[in-house]
């Protein structure tokens, strides 16, 4: 946990949320696909049933009817990042040309890994390039046995700096030294804070092509666990003898991924064809990936989106948040027939405030608790989301996709703490001496759903307490503001997260994400044990208690249910099964594994 990037669970959100409507005003035309039929076509034998939950998604390896091979797609794409560099850590598009040693498991059970959330374990993972590896029983080292058959793509003559070799191990080394200035090799400056995610490798020893053994610094089973989910990219040392020029033109895009990027265009297209080197095959020895080629694309209005998806230009459509409304979601039902398409919902985040604890009056918990009892958690979940009032789910800290939500234990009695009594909220707060109530301000980034927080701020009208809202043009202006304690604004904050990181960087007085101003000596006590747990088991159990404990103090306030998002697939494409698809670990994998049925 020590090792992933300590961000905010909220702001990832809110910056998908951000590339989804702001900035991008023009967009060229994207290159001709050939789609093939169009998307009234039936759909594949085992594509899922309509609106399908996320805890619903269904194994495809166990799904009836043979990949068809050859043909081509177009998804719909939020943001692609002009870095070429596999020092990238997120790397989602880049993923179709860099791999890593791990990646999630394909063929494992659904109600193992789901593939709908960010919350994976080494449990989880399979071998991508590493074809077998063993852990040294005091975790000093593990050794990594690389599958022989890998090579480099083969790019243009003009651009091909690998020319098609192998991979070696040798490249594993120099792709993590480089991360971290290990071995000689000169550190780069990353995006990525890899000494964050890193810090228990000690050295890289690379003992012949196939063969490579990594030293630990840190032993234990969680930091074994947290180095095989680091996602790093692995290239090879050509990558640094290309000049600054090169490295930003991304006809040099290259890895030993299953796609090769043939066509782009920035805020617009990126085209891709199929790795006719690449080493994984299916069980019954078909080559992956089973497309000849896809594009991405990135339309900034909705409503081209929803033309286009209802036209069959595109294939996929959706990504970690909305990206088409309500009313155009019942558009495209209303245009397609039941036939010609799959719609997946998933369950994202709740809505929150962080309460910046160094100013009163939120130092003081009947505060906090009396803010949380004064928020009608049921008239938003029903009648602004439109859900079933039993949708509405509780959390401390992390989602109870996780092994690490402590809900299932907590009593009637606690539970009754997070149901509106706005009676109960006035008492609460006279108690603590605001019979009349206060006065406070919360920053939102204005792409943000403001509507809800003005409901939020309706509701506390009622107890008294007037909650001011403010508006900033960009995320990093809302967070800063969250990080300056000097401000005594507050700024939205969110339960359900998906990473121990985050429950101590936002929560622990020495984590850097912070936002509310926490100095809790119990609390940090409990991340202490957690960022030193030496066992997995010893690791949930601490988490466990932290989860309990931060929703006891109502440090972060629920101001509704889990956020529901869909993405709609088109009939044709078979092999898919609402995998979602825009998650950093899941590109790859998935995009090799799905196929159009013409």
Same mark, same amino acid.
């Given at each position: 946990? /020590? ?27 994207? @290159? ?19 609106? !399908? ?6 194994? @495809? ?12 797609? #177009? ?8 870095? %070429? ?32 959330? *960010? ?19 005091? %975790? ?21 700096? &690998? ?35 890193? @810090? ?49 033109? =991304?006809? &040099? ?36 990936? %089973? ?18 998806? !209802? ?7 959706? =990504? ?83 092994? =690490?939500?402590? !809900?299932?234990? =907590? ?8 149901? &509106? ?19 406070? #301000? ?18 506390? /009208? ?44 936002? %929560? ?32 949930? *159990?601490?988490?466990? *208690?932290?989860?309990?404990? !931060? ?48």
């Amino acid at each position: 946990m /020590k090792k992933l990037t300590a961000l905010v669970l909220a702001l990832a959100m809110i910056l998908a949320l951000a590339a989804c409507g702001g900035g991008q005003t023009t967009t060229a035309e994207a @290159p001709a696909v050939d789609q093939g039929e169009t998307a009234a076509q039936a759909p594949a034998e085992n594509a899922p049933q309509q609106a !399908v939950a996320a805890d619903e998604i269904v194994n @495809p390896v166990a799904a009836e009817g043979d990949p068809v091979m050859g043909g081509e797609i #177009t998804v719909y794409w939020q943001e692609f990042y002009n870095n %070429y560099d596999p020092s990238l850590a997120d790397n989602r598009n880049y993923a179709l040309w860099y791999e890593r040693l791990w990646s999630p498991d394909w063929e494992q059970s659904r109600d193992e890994y789901d593939w709908s959330s *960010e919350y994976v374990t080494m449990d989880n993972m399979t071998g991508q390039l590493a074809e077998s590896w063993e852990v040294a029983d005091d %975790y000093t080292s593990m050794t990594v046995h690389l599958r022989d058959d890998v090579k480099f793509q083969t790019l243009a003559d003009e651009y091909d700096y &690998y020319g098609g070799r192998n991979l070696t191990a040798a490249d594993v080394a120099w792709s993590y030294n480089r991360l971290l200035g290990l071995d000689g090799v000169e550190k780069v400056e990353a995006e990525q804070n890899w000494e964050s995610k890193l @810090p228990m490798l000690e050295s890289c020893e690379a003992v012949d092509d196939t063969t490579i053994i990594f030293h630990f610094a840190e032993a234990s089973e969680p930091a074994i666990n947290d180095f095989m989910i680091a996602g790093v990219c692995i290239a090879g040392p050509e990558w640094d003898e290309l000049s600054a020029e090169q490295q930003s033109d =991304w006809h &040099y895009a290259c890895g030993t991924g299953p796609f090769i990027v043939i066509d782009y265009v920035a805020d617009s297209y990126m085209k891709f064809v199929k790795n006719p080197d690449y080493y994984m095959y299916d069980e019954a020895g078909n080559q992956l990936p %089973y497309l000849d080629g896809l594009t991405m694309v990135i339309i900034p209005d909705t409503a081209n989106r929803v033309a286009q998806f !209802v036209s069959g230009s595109i294939d996929i459509l959706g =990504w970690g948040n909305d990206v088409v409304n309500a009313s155009e979601k019942q558009q495209i039902r209303d245009s397609l027939s039941a036939d010609d398409y799959y719609e997946f919902t998933y369950v994202t985040n709740p809505c929150g405030i962080f309460l910046k604890q160094c100013y009163e009056p939120f130092q003081d918990k009947n505060v906090r608790l009396a803010i949380q009892k004064a928020i009608n958690t049921e008239l938003i979940t029903t009648q602004y989301y439109g859900l079933d009032a039993s949708e509405f789910d509780l959390f401390g800290i992390w989602s109870s996709s996780t092994n =690490w939500s402590s !809900v299932e234990q =907590w009593d009637d009695e606690f539970k009754d703490e997070f149901k &509106y009594d706005p009676d109960a909220a006035k008492l609460l707060l006279a108690d603590a001496g605001y019979p009349d109530g206060f006065e406070f #301000t919360i920053v939102l980034f204005a792409m943000m759903d403001v509507d809800l927080y003005t409901l939020v701020a309706e509701q506390l /009208k009622e107890v008294g307490i007037t909650m001011n809202i403010e508006t900033v043009s960009v995320p990093p202006e809302m967070q800063a503001v969250g990080m300056d304690f000097t401000d005594p604004r507050c700024i939205p904050g969110t339960v359900c997260l998906y990473n121990l990181s985050g429950g101590i960087q936002n %929560y622990a007085s020495f984590g850097n994400n912070n936002n509310g101003a926490l100095e809790d000596p119990v609390l940090d006590e409990i991340c202490t044990r957690l960022l030193n747990a030496t066992t997995m088991d010893e690791q949930t *159990e601490i988490a466990l *208690e932290e989860d309990l404990y !931060v929703a006891q103090q109502h440090y972060t306030i629920q101001c509704g249910p889990c956020e529901r998002v869909n993405s709609f697939v088109s009939g044709r494409v078979g092999g898919y099964s609402g995998e979602r698809l825009w998650k950093n670990w899941n590109v790859t994998t998935i995009l090799s594994n799905i196929w159009v049925n013409e």
